[in-house]
């Protein structure tokens, strides 16, 4: 049975970058990356994900195509339901999850590793504003969530990976904590 590895970080942090970075690499050490399937625009800009209409999101989800989904910022989010084949093969799965998803998550793959991705203050707000999606009090809004975020992560054993400095530490980082043997 392979291991889920359930990656969460607020939004800025660069989930999607570092799994764009480990891509060659995890694939190589027989990780299998998920592609979200998201209800948002195509033309969103740093996620490769598949977007749909609510409609054929809320069809897909009744048809029992997702292992996962949940509902986050106005956007519905679904893990497609072959991972649980990939995980029964051996393979580990890697999957940009929700934090808030994560105790039912925890209940459906109860040996998933947790991962949190986690940057400075300033650093993610740099990122936020970089990234033009939000407003000022929008981005004052989810830096003073994530602020709350570090320390309950510590309490709910997420494994934390520092991504504010150069992205190729953190794709180390992230390949050295999925091979560690686990129990």
């Not at 993610?124 to 004052?140: H, M, N, V, W, Y």
């Amino acid at each position: 049975m392979g291991a889920l590895v359930y990656l969460v970080g607020p939004s800025g942090s660069g989930k999607d970058s570092l799994l764009q970075a480990a891509a060659g690499e995890l694939e190589a050490h027989g990780c299998r990356l998920v592609r979200r399937v998201i209800t948002r625009s195509a033309e969103a800009v740093g996620e490769d994900a598949e977007a749909v209409t609510p409609e054929r999101f809320e069809h897909l989800e009744a048809q029992g195509a997702f292992a996962m989904s949940w509902r986050a910022n106005g956007l519905a989010y679904g893990i497609p339901a072959q991972i649980d084949t990939w995980l029964a093969d051996g393979d580990n799965v890697v999957v940009n999850g929700s934090r808030a998803y994560l105790p039912e998550a925890r209940r459906r793959y109860p040996n998933l590793l947790a991962v949190l991705l986690t940057v400075e203050p300033a650093i993610l707000r740099q990122r936020l504003l970089a990234r033009g999606r939000e407003t000022l009090a929008e981005i004052d809004a989810r830096l003073a969530r994530s602020a709350h975020i570090q320390p309950a992560a510590e309490a709910e054993g997420l494994h934390m990976l520092d991504n504010s400095g150069a992205l190729a530490i953190t794709v180390s980082a992230l390949l050295r904590l999925i091979a560690a043997p686990r129990s």
